[in-house]
């Protein structure tokens, strides 16, 4: 019985107290790392205002002079914070005209290498271009060869055959021993039906 409710114990505590590693883990998950060093801006601290602790009760017992003196402190008081006001809003104007003068150079940069990659660009269209040009120069002119060649064979070969034919002819026309016109056909022809020679 005792030990069970050792046990029941053991088991509540261990549950209730978490691991170390568990800690470790929760407390890094949980703490905010500190910016990095280049995003801390140096930081000016204002020297410690001179009201604070100032009034000093027991030195005037007279409540017209203790308000005098209140009265005066306040506008001392609110004297120092219209300053700290306008230095505050002539900081924040001089750090809006900075980053005005940041985008703006951001933007020219920009704008600068946005003309000078448009520049290239065009510069490597037109090399292509005429790149492109020189190869269609020089494969019209071998089409232009080559059709040429081949008109010259042509001629070449259709010359030849003419030549050809001409010379077939004028050898069948020397190999005739009789050689019969149209307007003769006919007549030996019939000659040649009618005189018939025995072998």
Known sequence: MAAAAAAAIRQVVIRSSP?????????????SS??????LEPHEFSRPSDFLGSWDPSSSSDPREAQKRLALLRRDYEKQVRDLRKQYIYEMELQRQEKLLKDEAKREAI???KEERKAAK????????AER?????????????????KL?????????MEQKRSDKNELLRRQS?????????????VEAFTDTTTL
Request: glycine share 0%; net charge positive.
């Open 19 to 31: 691991s170390p590693l568990l800690r470790s883990v929760r407390l890094m998950a949980t703490s």
């Open 177 to 189: 021993s009789m050689w019969v016109d149209e307007e003769d056909l006919e007549k030996k022809i």
């Open 122 to 129: 065009s510069a490597i269209a037109q090399s292509r271009a």
């Open 152 to 160: 010259e064979f042509w001629k070449a070969r259709e010359a030849m």
């Open 34 to 39: 500190p910016p990095p060093r280049h995003r």
């Open 111 to 113: 704008r600068l290498a």
């Open 133 to 149: 040009k020189i190869v269609e120069d020089e494969f019209r002119q071998t089409l232009l060869k080559e059709r040429s060649e």
